[in-house]
């Protein structure tokens, strides 16, 4: 196993993300954290920097749907965790950035692609309106409202505890769940897009775009020469083929759940 080389997977919506990446950082010490990121998503309109109230006005807007018959504490609830859980999307590069600054001989490189090629008014568009068509989904499907219902009588506590099981079963089942591949079927994006805008469909595009495995490959490989510690940390849906891309170089696999076993 090189002990030179980690790659990292992470769930973008850990509640405990930041403590965990922290952990791994501070444990492994690298000179060189590569991040699944680029540069013109640093002052992106992102969920997490609008104001609380126009948070609000777009989750309510969310679900206004026929069928979700929430009560307004239902609908506070719902709010409330989801804003907390906004709130704490984006770790991966604040944490990053904090561990350069506490260590100031290492750097941090972005190795992603742009997914704003189009405009990051269009892709924020898109990506909403695809959370939208996720939760109307939801709102067709009485056993799951029923349940999303019960559990937000139980409270904001709650709701997020049943958000932090199902990160962590997604975690330990990182290679039965492993990748992005069915998103990039070709018979399975011609049945989504039928359902969706041209709009939310490039959006879907952009996100499952299988050139970001290979320019992030290309772009560790330069960064790695097996004298600085290289941490890379990318989304759980790109570790497995990133692992396979790399396999030669032999490095380390591991998700966030792992932190205490460094």
């Given amino acids: 196993m090189n002990e030179n080389l980690f790659l990292v997977g992470t769930q ?85 950035q904090d561990y350069i600054k506490r260590n100031p001989n290492s750097r941090l490189e972005y190795i992603d692609i742009s997914l704003l090629k189009n405009g990051e008014e269009e892709f924020v568009k898109g990506y909403i309106e695809l959370a939208t068509k996720d939760l109307k989904d939801i709102a067709k499907n009485p056993m799951i409202l029923n349940g999303t219902k019960n559990l937000l009588d139980k409270g904001v506590d709650a709701y997020l505890n049943f958000q932090r099981i199902n990160i962590q079963r997604t975690y330990e089942n990182r290679k039965r769940l492993a990748g992005t591949e069915i998103m990039r079927d070709p018979k399975m994006l011609k049945i989504i ?67 205490d076993s460094i």
């Fill in 12 to 96: 973008h919506h850990d509640l405990d993300g930041k403590e965990r990446l922290d952990a791994i950082l501070t444990k492994l010490s690298p000179s060189i954290i590569a991040l699944e990121f680029h540069k013109d998503r640093e002052n992106s309109k992102t969920l997490r920097k609008l104001s609380k109230e126009e948070q609000k006005e777009l989750i309510f807007g969310m679900i206004n749907h026929p069928n979700f018959d929430f009560s307004l504490k239902q609908k506070e609830t719902l709010f409330e965790a989801v804003y907390q859980s906004n709130m704490r999307m984006g770790y991966e590069l604040t944490t990053s």
């Fill in 193 to 259: 897009k039928k359902d969706i805008s041209p709009q939310a469909f490039q959006v879907l595009k952009q996100i499952y775009n299988p050139k970001r495995d290979e320019v992030m490959e290309r772009n560790i490989r330069q960064l790695y020469t097996n004298k600085d510690k290289v941490v890379a940390i990318v989304g759980q849906g790109h570790l497995e083929a990133l692992s396979l891309r790399l396999e030669d170089l032999n490095p380390r696999v591991m998700t966030l759940l792992e932190y």
